[in-house]
């Protein structure tokens, strides 16, 4: 029908206006790293969906067992087809350093074969770059490089076109800004390993994460590789394999959501209830009565598994529904948030752990926090007002039990793909999650971040409820008795806007959640383009806390990364 499908042309200005006119719900970019980074900067905020495929400098692994002949091929489609202007190129290459001289003669031997010219014709291995500017780009990155030792085919150039030749550029330091930045270009950088434990830190040195090869004959080597990898993809013993079934897309600053597969079909949908109810502000209650505690209690933060001071020595009073004053919690900072991001990445063993553990340690924390129901329900009353103590403390045991249930079942699939062979989706843990928690249910709005996110093997750095944050305090008492490992459950009481920078911009922290009646959301996906974090933010609208909206897929899909493994098989 007419209107259903339309195309227009132009210039990045035509993109911006696109990008950023109120009429459009979901965009899809495929591009630059940079140019990825405005355009999640520029609909901050708005409410539109969007899936980033952005750049990537994708590790080409081979091991001393491998076939090093069908490496050689692989490589060069890996690296050369396309002239290297693929996103997923395997740019980088990384070889065990035992076969590393004899791969190399290969390697050369090979691209001293190869064909340049015309595109068009068939026949033709290497065509022209894209554009002058391109080819200006790629030209001084080689040239301005002193390091290693680069070979090129002594090859007749055409005369006419933006054409480059086959490059090759061993003995680079892993920091080198060659073996980091993307080239997007017919240029292959290479360095050596010794172990496998090597091959993974080497691999995953990079801002990037879209894809990575992995080649050696040894397949449960390769399996057992494919996890530690920070890709979105990997392929073994091949490369450039895609299908319409599998999901396609990168982690880190290679970019945000999926293409293909049931992963990408659901970026371009909405599941269940998208309220449009407005979220107002729940403030704190202020002081009505003068009255003395018994005891002057101040509750600390809960990082790395124990009550911490927080760094800048200062707390807040809270008061009760009637006014009285009833305790005093502390107020975190900056620092306090880089000791909660340190601690999380302390405990990434957490990440390994079997489903079936983290259920056991998920039904554990229900156990404990239904021992002491009494007290939770007189606090929540006591500090809201709304008289829904019972429901919300109910609620939240149940869900501890919902995703200790989920844990080891929120698995992958097998996916139909047109090859000899199987591609894996399996669902990775998205790292170390920050949160901002209700305010309204602060109770419930934790236990609904930190359970699905624990169950599926995050670590997590909650921001508690800003005006009932001692429902949160006492909820880490839970946690110290229920073998949660230290730094994987971190919690933080204080201002939400205060903290929403600091956190957004880290790092470290690989997705940033927001459910807080202050709305942060456009500073925090403005803010996390930084480094391309994922965020799932409430736009400043009501959820129903207490109904089937806020538990489920959702909430495991935005604490999971679809990785997906390719793996070919038989012979011949």
Not at 462 to 468: E, N
Not at 486 to 493: D, E, K, W
Request: aromatic share 8%; charged share 20%; with cysteine.
């Amino acid at each position: 029908p007419k209107g259903v499908v339309n195309i227009i042309f132009g210039d990045g200005q035509v993109g911006r206006k696109l990008v950023s006119h109120p009429g459009i719900d979901k965009i899809a970019f495929t591009g630059s790293t940079d140019v990825g980074r405005e355009i999640r900067q520029t609909t901050a905020g708005s409410g539109k969906k969007l899936t980033l495929e952005l750049g990537g400098k994708s590790p080409f692994i081979v091991f001393e067992d491998s076939d090093l002949d069908s490496a050689v091929e692989g490589l060069v489609d890996a690296i050369w087809f396309n002239q290297g202007e693929v996103c997923c190129a395997g740019s980088r290459l990384l070889v065990q350093e035992g076969v590393s001289d004899v791969f190399y003669k290969k390697i050369r031997q090979r691209m001293e074969k190869l064909r340049i010219g015309d595109p068009l014709d068939k026949s033709v291995d290497i065509g022209a770059i894209v554009d002058q500017t391109q080819l200006g780009k790629i030209q001084e990155l080689v040239n301005q490089n002193n390091s290693g030792n680069i070979f090129q085919a002594p090859k007749c150039m055409p005369d006419v076109g933006n054409y480059y030749p086959p490059t090759l550029i061993t003995g680079l330091s892993p920091s080198h800004k060659l073996m980091q930045e993307e080239i997007f270009g017919p240029v292959l950088t290479a360095t050596t390993f010794r172990t496998p434990k090597e091959a993974i830190s080497l691999a995953n040195n990079s801002r990037y994460g879209l894809a990575a090869s992995i080649w050696s004959e040894n397949i449960n080597l390769c399996l057992g590789l494919a996890p530690y990898i920070k890709a979105g993809v990997i392929w073994i013993n091949g490369t450039n394999m895609f299908d319409a079934s599998a999901a396609f897309g990168g982690m880190r600053e290679s970019g945000i959501g999926r293409e293909g597969g049931w992963e990408g079909l659901s970026s371009y949908t909405f599941f269940g209830s998208h309220s449009k109810k407005k979220l107002k502000a729940v403030k704190a209650n202020k002081q009505c009565r003068e009255k003395a505690l018994d005891l002057d209690r101040t509750a600390k933060l809960y990082i790395g598994g124990k009550q911490t001071r927080p760094d800048s020595g200062y707390s807040q009073a809270i008061y009760n529904r009637e006014g009285s004053l009833i305790g005093h919690v502390s107020i975190a900072n900056r620092k306090d948030i880089r000791n909660a991001v340190e601690s999380a990445a302390e405990a990434s063993a957490w990440s390994l752990t079997s489903g079936h553990h983290r259920a056991q340690i998920l039904y554990y924390i229900a156990e404990n926090l239904s021992a002491r129901k009494k007290e939770f329900v007189e606090r929540i009353d006591n500090l809201t007002g709304n008289d829904h103590g019972i429901t919300e403390f109910e609620k939240s045991v149940d869900r501890l039990f919902t995703y200790a249930s989920w844990a080891d079942k929120f698995d992958g699939q097998v996916r139909n793909v047109p090859i000899r062979g199987l591609s894996l989706k399996i669902n990775e843990p998205k790292g170390i999650i920050a949160a901002f928690c209700s305010d309204t249910f602060p109770l419930l709005g934790l236990v609904s971040i930190l359970a699905p996110s624990l169950a599926m093997g995050n670590r997590v750095i909650c921001v508690a409820s800003q005006p009932y944050p001692l429902i949160a305090t006492d909820f880490y008492q839970v946690l110290e008795t229920s073998d949660v490992p230290p730094g994987v459950a971190n919690i933080l009481t204080g201002v939400h806007s205060e903290l929403c920078d600091p956190i957004a911009l880290h790092n470290n922290i690989d997705s940033v959640w927001s459910f807080s009646s202050t709305d942060l959301s456009k500073r925090i996906e403005e803010l996390s383009a930084t480094n391309l974090k994922s965020t799932w933010v409430n736009f400043g609208r009501d959820r129903d806390w207490l109904g089937d909206e806020s538990e489920g897929k959702a909430f495991l899909e935005a604490a999971t990364e679809v990785k997906t493994i390719w793996i070919p098989f038989g012979e011949g």
